[in-house]
C-alpha cells in the first residue's frame, strides 16, 4: 500500500510538472499572439429590453491558435493573470475598443478590466492616456469589473473606483449575484450598473425563486439608480420574464454571440435592430 502511494505522489508531481510546462508554453505563446497581433477583439451586442435596438457592446478577447484553434478566454485569461500579462492585453483590448467607439458614437463600449489589472500600479493613468491618445471619449467606455474587486482593500478599491469616474468611465458590476456582496454594500460604491450573472438567467426556466430574485435586485438596483443588465439571454420566455422584471438591458445568444469588428456595422443596418 505504502508503495502505490509513492506511485500516486510521482504521477501527481509528474502530472503538475506537465500543467506547469503546459501553461509556461501558453503564456510564451500568448506573448507571442499578442505581438504579432493574432488576438482579436470580438464585440457582443447589449440589447434594449424588447431586443429591437443595440444600446452598446462588450469587448471580448478571442485567440486563434495556430494549431488549436479557438482558445476560450476562460483558459489563457488565467494565465495572463498569473504572468502580470493581463495588464498588457487589457490595454491593448481597451485600445481596440476606443477605435470601435470613435466609429459608433452612438453606443456605449463595455471592455472587462481583471482585478490584476485594476490593482496595477498607475491604472486609472494609463487607460485615460490610452483613451486620449485613440481620441475616444472616456464617456463611452463602460469597465466591467467583479464584486471580488471591492471586497479586498475596500479602501484602496474606493479610492481607484472615484479616479475612474473623474476620469469620465462608467462602471458596470459584472456577474452580479456570484460573489459575496449584497447590494447594500454596493451602496458604498459609485457604480453605474449591474449585469446579473448568467446562472440566475438560466434558472429562470426552472421556475425556482429565479424570477424573485431578479425582481429584488432590479428593484433594489433601480432604487439606487443603476441601470440593470441580464447576461446570456438565450430564449425569448427568458426575454419576456426579464422584461417582466424591469430589466434594462440584454445580452445573449438569443441575440447576437460576440462578432468581429468587421460585422458591426451590418448588425446595426439589420432590420431588427436599427
Ligand atoms: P464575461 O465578462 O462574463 O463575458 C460574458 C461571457 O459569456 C462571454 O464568454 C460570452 O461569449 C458569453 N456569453 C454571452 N452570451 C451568452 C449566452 O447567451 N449563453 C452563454 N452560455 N454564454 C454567453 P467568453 O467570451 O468566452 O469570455 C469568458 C470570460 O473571459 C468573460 O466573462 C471575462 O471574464 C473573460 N474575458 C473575456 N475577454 C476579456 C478581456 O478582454 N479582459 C478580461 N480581463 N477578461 C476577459
Ligand atoms: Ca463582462
Ligand atoms: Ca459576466
Ligand atoms: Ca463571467
Known amino acids: ?29 500568448l506573448r507571442q499572439a499578442l505581438q ?5 477583439v470580438y464585440y457582443q ?7 429591437s435596438r443595440v444600446m ?14 479557438f482558445v476560450p478566454p476562460a483558459e489563457f485569461i488565467p494565465i495572463a493573470e498569473e504572468t502580470g500579462q493581463i495588464v498588457q492585453l487589457g490595454e491593448w483590448v481597451l485600445r481596440e475598443a476606443c477605435r470601435v467607439a470613435r466609429q459608433w458614437p452612438q453606443l456605449s463600449i463595455a471592455v472587462n478590466v481583471s482585478p490584476i ?18 481620441q475616444a471619449d472616456s464617456q463611452q467606455i463602460e469597465l466591467e469589473i467583479t464584486e471580488g474587486v471591492l471586497m479586498d482593500d475596500t479602501q484602496e478599491a474606493k479610492v481607484i473606483i472615484d479616479g475612474l469616474r473623474a476620469a469620465g468611465f462608467r462602471i458596470a458590476l459584472d456577474d452580479f449575484g456570484t460573489g459575496y456582496s449584497s447590494l447594500n454594500y454596493l451602496s458604498h460604491f459609485p457604480v453605474d ?15 425556482e425563486n429565479a424570477t424573485a430574485i431578479i425582481e429584488s435586485v432590479v428593484k433594489l438596483g433601480h432604487a439606487m439608480g443603476l ?7 438565450e430564449t425569448s420566455s427568458q426575454m419576456s420574464a426579464l422584461a417582466e422584471a424591469g430589466c434594462n438591458q440584454l445580452q445573449g445568444y438569443l441575440f447576437s454571440e460576440a462578432i468581429p469588428p468587421d460585422r458591426i456595422a451590418s448588425l446595426l443596418s439589420s432590420g431588427d435592430y436599427s
Not at 451586442?45 to 431586443?51: E, Q
Not at 489589472?117 to 485613440?134: K, P
Open 193 to 207: 450598473k449591474i449585469k446579473i450573472d448568467r446562472s440566475f438567467i438560466q434558472s429562470l426556466d426552472s421556475g
Open 1 to 29: 500500500a505504502k508503495h502505490q502511494g509513492r506511485g500516486q505522489c510521482c504521477l501527481f508531481a509528474a502530472r503538475m510538472d506537465e500543467s506547469i510546462k503546459t501553461r509556461q508554453l501558453m503564456a510564451s505563446e
Open 56 to 69: 452598446g457592446l462588450e469587448a471580448l478577447l478571442r485567440w486563434h491558435h495556430p494549431g488549436k484553434g
Open 117 to 134: 489589472q485594476f490593482r496595477s500600479a498607475g491604472f486609472v493613468e494609463r487607460i485615460s492616456e490610452i483613451v486620449r491618445s485613440e
Open 45 to 51: 451586442p447589449l440589447m434594449n429590453i424588447d431586443g
Open 227 to 233: 441601470t440593470v443588465t441580464a447576461e446570456g439571454v
Open 36 to 40: 504579432q497581433e493574432k488576438l482579436q
